[in-house]
Nanobody, 125 residues
Framework: VQLQASGGGLVQAGGSLRLSCAVS????????MGWFRQAPGKEREFVAA????????NYADAVKGRFTISRNNAEKAVYLQMASLKPEDAAVYYC???????????????????WGQGTEVTVSS
């Protein structure tokens, strides 16, 4: 199983970035997907999640209205469109997979079985 996150980089405050996560080795439509982030010196935190069908999404309050999570089951990929970026959004962003029949809520990290390696987002003020 491999989750390959990409799309990070340096962006000015107020700018946009689109993160991608390519998944292999899983029956992708059997897995909910999530994005988490970890800033230096801080714990990893929930950012957004999307259910297996793409019909239900969840967001952390800090990113609601600015970030959009989406997925393409045919391409086995999940995306995070980030807009109006703030310096506090700077972090390493991780994608993760949670089994479709998991009883855990989307924001709980322990509910995710597979994690990508992370892609770094830097936001300059």
């Amino acid at each position: 199983v491999q989750l390959q996150a990409s799309g990070g980089g340096l962006v000015q405050a107020g700018g946009s970035l689109r993160l991608s996560c390519a998944v292999s080795g899983l029956a992708f439509s059997d897995w909910h997907m999530g994005w988490f982030r970890q800033a230096p010196g801080k714990e990893r935190e929930f950012v957004a999640a999307i259910d297996w069908s793409g019909g239900t999404t969840n967001y952390a309050d800090a990113v609601k209205g600015r970030f959009t999570i989406s997925r393409n089951n045919a391409e086995k990929a999940v995306y995070l469109q980030m807009a109006s970026l703030k310096p506090e959004d700077a972090a390493v962003y991780y994608c993760a997979a949670r089994w479709r029949y998991s009883v855990n809520i989307p924001s709980i990290q322990r509910g995710y079985d597979y994690w990508g390696q992370g892609t770094e987002v830097t936001v300059s003020s």
